[in-house]
């Protein structure tokens, strides 16, 4: 059984950061990635980044490229989202998930295990 848990959210400045973490237990070969997805009120899911775990190739959404940077842990499954000069757009319920996504790192669909989710809010 995957199962995937996310810690680090809470409230922060404009400018400021935050560090996620995503533990993930029962990965299995089935599997090539971790990606991290956010959802705001009344918006759709939204894939932020992704990482290859077996390559540590990753990818990025443009809105937050250059703030964001995607990591693991190299001695187990434990993901990162370190995000820097937040805004107040970033704002969201951030997930990470699991999955063999291809060619599609942002695809909810290519995803099957997820999260509950941490918020994250960005306001002064």
Known sequence: ????????GGLVQPGGSL????IVSGFTSNYNA????????GKE????SCIIISEDTTSYVDSVKGRFTVSRDNAEITVYLQMNSLEPEDTAVYFCATGYVGDKPFAPGRYDYWGQGTQVT???
């Not at 560090?19 to 995503?22: E, F, G, M, Q, V």
């Not at 899911?45 to 932020?48: A, K």
């Open 19 to 22: 560090r996620l973490s995503c």
């Open 1 to 8: 059984q995957v199962q995937l848990v996310e810690s680090g």
């Open 34 to 41: 971790v990606g991290w997805f956010r959802q705001a009120p």
């Open 45 to 48: 899911r939204e894939g932020v």
């Open 122 to 124: 960005v306001s002064s």
